[in-house]
Nanobody, 124 residues
């Protein structure tokens, strides 16, 4: 059984920073790609950032490139998202996800393991 629990969301002013963390259970966390998606009110869920199984290949949505950094610690079974220079358009519920089958890529797939989400609100 894989469970993902996000933490670190909150209210921050534009230009500020937040760090999200996702804690995973289960023995196979370190074998699969993991990452973050977000869903703003009235919009579809979208990809934010992902990282391959051993952490040496992170990749990002263009909208967050240069501002967000994803990392993972397989010993601790965590995947973190450092968010800097936040903008009002970053306001959303952020979801942690783990691929069910790929060690290298993470896509928007209902078969992924998903957390319940954490709300990030950026005030302008």
């Amino acid at each position: 059984q894989v469970q993902l629990v996000e933490s670190g969301g909150g209210l921050v002013q534009a230009g500020g920073s937040l760090r999200l963390s996702c804690a995973a259970s289960g023995r196979t966390f370190g074998s699969y790609a993991a990452g973050w998606f977000r869903q703003a009110p009235g919009k579809e869920r979208e990809f934010v950032a992902a990282i391959n199984w051993n952490g040496d290949n992170p990749y990002y949505a263009d909208s967050v490139k240069g501002r967000f950094t994803i990392s993972r610690d397989n010993a601790k079974k965590t995947v973190d998202l450092q968010m800097n220079s936040l903008k009002s358009e970053d306001t959303a519920v952020y979801y942690c996800a783990r691929s069910v089958q790929s060690a290298t890529t993470l896509s928007l797939d209902a078969r992924n393991y998903w957390g319940k989400g954490t709300l990030v609100t950026v005030s302008s």
